[in-house]
């Protein structure tokens, strides 16, 4: 019967596959996004973070970088606490990504220094010397426009005052984009929250072990060079001499858990075996 | 009854200019291929990976994709109601209206204009183009199954209604968007919701551009090919309106173990691994067709190319589903296994199909038997070998790279970084590399076979007489 009527056809086909589209599409906006999801510390953009949000979104960043970390106990290790749906109620559009070709970004913000990114962002190679990701270098040389970022800021009805808006202009989008990637992430407090309490005495177990101390220095190249210098000579870090007089266990504590102030991450995914290998590395003078 | 004089110059134009889309997609992905390998190949801001990504799925899916289906659903329709196209001239100015299209997509996507939604970066004047040319296309082929002078519709002309009110459907809902300026918009929906409404939309471009299309054309070719008919109408029927009423259920299947609320996910990862029942529906379909006829995969190289593209879509829906489990989820979602599956899908599946339609059509665009069948060979083992390298690199990659992402050490830390899992991927990215310029080769000996034949083909009286 239907097949001798296209007009039918077409309404019974637009019926079938309205179904599962109202169930599973249209429904979720009844549960999603709604007050019981909001987060109080998770604010709007700021212009200058919508601005860079935008060079995110024209640099196609999101098709090598997902924005979400799964509840798995590898990602979360690696990139963070997980995310949380009321973490994205003011990303129009979403950039959860669907390809890591680099890693997650979701909780990058705070990670590293803003000298760190700036550096990256200009020439990956020079902090991940094997990376396979593009110079954005010239992002220094694009200006953020004011008026369109007002306006941008009025269509999402996101806040801003005047001071903000005169102060966009002379930035820069690499201005832009790393303000953007600072704000990532820092929505919920959780970096306070994962930084692990060490309990019981913590003792060197390579105390005197000359393989650990070669060990730590293959560790240093990959994990701190970047940021202290190949010869500990410092860079977008302090310089690292002289800790031989630093207490084991403090120095310990310092890689365990980073500076969150001072823009040191945490390494405790290196596990305990591996910060003290860098522990005897560090305290070994040159 | 007289014959009833069929357009087939509007046929042969979207075929050229698909033709033309197509070698671009081929070319964009050889080389954001070999990008991958070394970034030194980007070239800032214009030729990144990020701009040309998009750029390459875009004109396949669209430039190559859509623009074959016009050219075939164009034949298909005229052919299965016996009458001509309800409007030529409306078609023609489709043809220019498409292509005028891609060239802007192609120039915005270079420009940096993108939503950043996946499959649909186009910013909102392109997405207005294309609402006309879908409005025009199906004003068109609706008012001509309407003036048939066959009383039956064909199992083929199911899955050309419900692909038009389908990709209607996806397309404006998922475009819904509020403008800034003349290129820059934001999406009507924010964070969780417009990731649901996303992927809704971005699997379903699969189910609606990427698979009823495709069915449609095997189901009208494969019996053209072969000169038997299609196995069973009843299972025709149960797998066309199983498939379109599960496919919608299964976007979220892209949004395992994110804040998507769980029962969405549950739903969406049931009807995926249901969704194997009426996509082998067809398959099976298509096998038992050619009981007693196996023979002509050796002698009819349209078979070869039909039967291996079914074979692709059975092992894609089998793999699919899989992939939407969430254990499974959980370890290969994010690595290069993706691209594997999707490629096999559109460089196999899709594409066979659609390089067999375009043979099968040539003496009926130029009047022209096809210039080599020995080419016509060559060009189906390139694209074969090119195709299987590409997804079996990805795949191994893939378990890798997840295996290297979720190891941990005895004291419950990671025991690699980030960049010592990318390191490991370099040697299969350039396999890959070396898998798309054989594919790429493929593609040029078709492009070559085809302009032989439009200039020194052996001239046909009857296409319906001339099958291989």
Known sequence: ?286 | MEKPAYDYGIVRSFVVWSMVWGLVTVLVGVLIAFQLCDPALNLPPFLTYGRLRPLHTNAGIFGWGIGSFFALFYFIVQRLCKTPLWSPKLARFQLWFFNATIIAAAVTLLLGYNTSKEYHELEWPLDIMVVILWVIFAVNIIMTIVKRREEQMYISLWYILATIVGVAVLYLVNGAEVPVSLFKSYSAYAGTNDANVQWWFGHNAVAMVLTTPPLAIFYYFLPKSTGVPIYSHRMSIIAFWSLIFMYLWTGAHHLLWTPVPDWVQTLAMAFSVMLIAPSWGSVFNGYLSMQGEWHQMKQNYLVKFLILGITFYGLQTLQGPLQSIRSFSAFIHYTDWVPGHVHMGTMGWVSLVLFAAIYYLTPYMFGRKVYSIGLANLHFWLVLVGQLGYSVSMWIAGVQQAGMWHAMNPDGSLTYTFIETLVEMYPYYWVRAFCGVIYLAGVLVFFYNLYMTARKGEPVDNPALQTN
Not at chain 1, 13 to 35: C, E, Q, S
Not at chain 1, 106 to 111: E, S, W
Not at chain 1, 227 to 232: A, D, I, P, S, V
């Open chain 1, 1 to 286: 019967m239907w097949e001798k009527k296209p007009v039918l056809l077409l309404v019974l086909a637009t019926v079938t596959i309205l179904v599962g589209t109202i169930i599973t599409m249209v429904l979720p906006f009844a549960w999603v996004n709604t007050k019981a999801d909001r987060i109080a510390s998770v604010t709007p953009y700021t212009p200058l973070e919508l601005a860079g949000r935008d060079v995110y979104i024209r640099e196609g960043c999101n098709n090598c970088h997902s924005q979400t970390v799964r509840p798995l106990v590898a990602e979360v290790l690696r990139y963070g606490d997980y995310s949380k749906s009321g973490e994205f109620v003011y990303d129009r559009p979403h950039l959860w990504g669907s390809r890591r070709m680099g890693p997650d970004l979701a909780r990058i913000g705070g990670k590293y220094p803003d000298a760190w990114h700036y550096k990256h962002m200009r020439d990956p190679k020079s902090m991940v010397p094997q990376t396979n990701m593009p110079a954005y270098a010239f992002l220094d040389r694009e200006r953020v426009d004011p008026e369109l970022t007002r306006r941008k800021m009025e269509v999402l009805g996101f806040p801003y005052t005047e001071e903000q808006i005169a102060a966009l202009s002379g930035k820069t989008e690499m201005d832009a984009i790393v303000a953007y990637l600072q704000k990532l992430g820092t929505g919920i407090p959780w970096r306070e929250a994962a930084g692990s309490e060490i309990v019981g005495e913590l003792k060197n177990p390579f105390a005197g072990n000359r393989t650990a101390v070669e060990a730590g220095e293959e560790l240093y190249e990959k994990h701190c060079a970047a940021c202290h210098g190949k010869e500990r000579e410092g860079d977008i870090g302090p310089e690292l001499s002289g800790l031989g007089d630093l207490d084991d266990a403090e120095l310990f504590r310092i890689l365990y858990n980073g500076i969150p102030d001072g823009g040191m991450p945490a390494f405790s995914k290196l596990g305990s075996e591996k910060t003290w290998q860098l522990v005897n590395y560090l305290k070994e003078e040159d």
